[in-house]
């Protein structure tokens, strides 16, 4: 398969990305696509997966980006995509009366989390691995960082950066 091309190159990214991470969720989700722009959690009783494009750069020395006049990066080997995913589960709440969530509730939406977390590792790292080279030029993943909770939602968060031939 050759590398991404053309003007929905980023998006063929985020596709495969979403397809990789759907694919390795062990505990359904609801709604599931890609987003334009910041994620919103609206609408997403008790799963989302949702991925977004955010910011794409041109790099010299990937993952960095070029910083500078325009001039140095009209040379530029290859454009970077960051790619935003998100799995947000519904948050424990109190019942009538009650100031907190059960623990036990709490406990249970950490082990899907957890589970989220480690399935998303390990699918974003055999995708890099088998595409480095073949698809895309490299990639990183970021850190897998929690996310809220806001409102009764709850979840994870992993930003991949990944590298494309410049053209």
Known sequence: MPYYTGPTKFYQVAQAVHSTVEA???NDVNRSGIVPGAIAWDDSPCGLLA???GTIFLSDNFPEPIEG???FQCDAAWEVV???IQVIRCAPQPATGDLAPKIEAQ???AAVMAADAAEMVKSISAWICAQRGETIVDAIM???EPQGPEGDSV???MIVNVALPRG
């Open 51 to 53: 991925v977004s494009l």
């Open 142 to 144: 970021g850190l897998v």
């Open 69 to 71: 006049p325009v001039g």
């Open 155 to 157: 979840g994870i968060q």
């Open 107 to 109: 406990e249970s939406t």
């Open 24 to 26: 390795a969720l062990s």
């Open 82 to 84: 960051q790619v935003v």
